[in-house]
Structure formats: structure tokens, C-alpha cells
Nanobody
């Protein structure tokens, strides 16, 4: 079992930055592929970024590539999402997700993750 708690969301102007954090419980954090997803009102939850167990591989949605950076600190059981050059269309609830993985891989789909946080709101004003 893994419990995930996101933090760091808020209101920011377009062009600004935010860093989201996701703290995970448990002693095997380094065995989990981690991901960030987001869901805007009236839309389906969509993939944002993923990072492999020890951080050697990352993968991004085209919409955030070059602006967002996913990273992790396995000693702190925490994954981060640094978001720069934010746009109004980035407004959404952002969710952290975890999935045990036997291989150093990234995962890009909602159905591939078993563990989810409660979400944190990010609002970007124009």
C-alpha cells in the first residue's frame, strides 16, 4: 500500500511558476514508477509526466514538454513537478500517481496506476 499526498498548488499568473510535491508513505518508494496527471473541469484526466523508479527515465506530454520537469528524491519519498511558463490552459487539479514496477520504466496511462493522491488545484490566470 502506498499513500500519496500532494501539495504546492495555488493561483499564479500566466508565465509564472509553481512546484508541486507528492509525499509517499512506505519504505519501498524506489520500487515505484511515479506520474503526474491533471484534470480540468468537464474533461478527462490526462497524463502530464512520469519518472522511472530511480529517476533515470522521464516522459512528458507534448503539451508540457520543455516547460515542466518531473524529478524525485527517493531518500525523501517525494516526487516533484516543476512547472514553468504556466499558461491558463494548465489550470486543473493535479494528481500524483504511483505504480509498483519491476523494471525502470515510465507509465503514461491512467489505467496503469493503482495508487492516487487526492489532488491539488492549480489555477493560472491570464
Amino acid at each position: 500500500q502506498v499513500q500519496l499526498v500532494e501539495s504546492g498548488g495555488g493561483l499564479v499568473q500566466a508565465g509564472g511558476s509553481l512546484r508541486l510535491s507528492c509525499a509517499a508513505s512506505g519504505r519501498t518508494f524506489s520500487s515505484y514508477t511515479m506520474g503526474w496527471f491533471r484534470q480540468a473541469p468537464g474533461k478527462e484526466r490526462e497524463f502530464v509526466a512520469s519518472i522511472s523508479r530511480r529517476g533515470g527515465s522521464t516522459y512528458y506530454a507534448d503539451s508540457v514538454k520543455g516547460r515542466f520537469t518531473i524529478s524525485r528524491d527517493n531518500a525523501k519519498n517525494t516526487v516533484y513537478l516543476q512547472m514553468n511558463s504556466l499558461k491558463p490552459e494548465d489550470t486543473a487539479v493535479y494528481y500524483c500517481a504511483a505504480q509498483y514496477s519491476s523494471r525502470p520504466t515510465t507509465l503514461h496511462n491512467v489505467y496503469e496506476y493503482n495508487y492516487w493522491g487526492q489532488g491539488t488545484q492549480v489555477t493560472v490566470s491570464s
